[in-house]
């Protein structure tokens, strides 16, 4: 990722990566906001989505994404983690749409 994008790659390097154990029932990669977490299958992805999932997951670290919805739950209350989930994956993934270098998985919302 740091040939491609030496922005998101050097967020990247600071952020903790880890890997799940094998017989985890958890998503193929996600992040608790200050680490990356990957799931068995990830390994078995093309390259191309592996970098736009690893992207993706740097991209709600680096706009803190999981502290800003604690925030807004205390700032207003109930909040809705799934929607508060899209909108910040659209913004996510409109940020990154657009490189030919990575890719989205399908469906992905962007915009």
Same mark, same amino acid.
């Given at each position: 990722?740091?040939?491609? /994008? &030496?922005?998101? %790659? %050097? +967020?990247?390097?600071?952020?903790?990566?880890? =890997?799940?154990?094998?017989?985890?029932?958890?998503? *193929? *990669?996600?992040? $608790?906001? $200050?680490? *990356?977490?990957?799931? /068995?299958?990830?390994?078995?992805?093309? +390259?191309?989505?592996?970098?736009? !999932? *690893?992207?993706? @997951?740097?991209?709600?670290? /680096?706009?803190?994404? &999981?502290?800003?919805?604690? $925030?807004?739950?205390?700032?207003?209350? =109930?909040?809705?983690? @799934? !929607?508060?989930?899209?909108?910040?994956?659209?913004?996510?993934?409109?940020?990154? =749409?657009? +490189?030919?270098? !990575?890719? !989205?998985?399908? %469906? /992905?919302?962007? +915009?």
């Amino acid at each position: 990722m740091v040939e491609f /994008a &030496p922005s998101t %790659g %050097g +967020l990247a390097l600071w952020v903790r990566h880890h =890997d799940l154990p094998a017989n985890s029932p958890a998503p *193929v *990669v996600h992040t $608790d906001g $200050d680490a *990356v977490f990957y799931g /068995a299958d990830f390994a078995s992805l093309p +390259l191309a989505q592996q970098t736009g !999932l *690893v992207a993706h @997951e740097v991209l709600h670290i /680096a706009l803190r994404h &999981p502290q800003r919805f604690v $925030d807004l739950q205390r700032l207003v209350g =109930d909040v809705d983690l @799934e !929607l508060f989930t899209i909108c910040a994956d659209a913004i996510v993934n409109s940020t990154l =749409d657009h +490189l030919a270098w !990575l890719e !989205l998985p399908p %469906g /992905a919302v962007t +915009l």
